[in-house]
């Protein structure tokens, strides 16, 4: 068990520096997904269900999916910033 543990810590300590290492958004998001997800785990082992569900859903869940809509509208942003532009340029 404690293998287990050290396993989740140091997947948990690779998904900290990752995320801020990463220079991808989305890459960024699907890391932070997977260290919420671990810490969920984690939570479970500590024998604290609550806190592990609350992670589970508003960690990994909620928050990503608000971090993909707003890539998603940041994405949309750009994009009509860019025929605002050609069309000031022709």
């Known amino acids: 068990m404690i293998i287990i543990e050290y396993m ?3 997947f948990l300590i690779v ?3 990752s995320v801020s290492i990463s220079k991808n958004l989305l ?3 699907i890391i932070f997904m997977s260290y919420s997800l671990i810490m969920a785990v984690i939570w479970v082992l500590l024998r604290s ?3 592990a ?3 589970a859903a508003v ?3 909620v928050t990503s999916v608000l971090f993909f809509i707003a890539l998603r509208r940041l994405a949309q942003m750009r994009e ?3 025929k605002e532009t050609n069309q ?3």
């Open 8 to 10: 989740l810590l140091t």
């Open 15 to 17: 998904c900290a520096l």
């Open 27 to 29: 890459n960024s998001v």
């Open 49 to 51: 269900p609550d806190l």
């Open 53 to 55: 569900i609350t992670e």
């Open 59 to 61: 960690g990994a869940g």
């Open 80 to 82: 009509h910033f860019r």
């Open 88 to 90: 000031e340029i022709e």
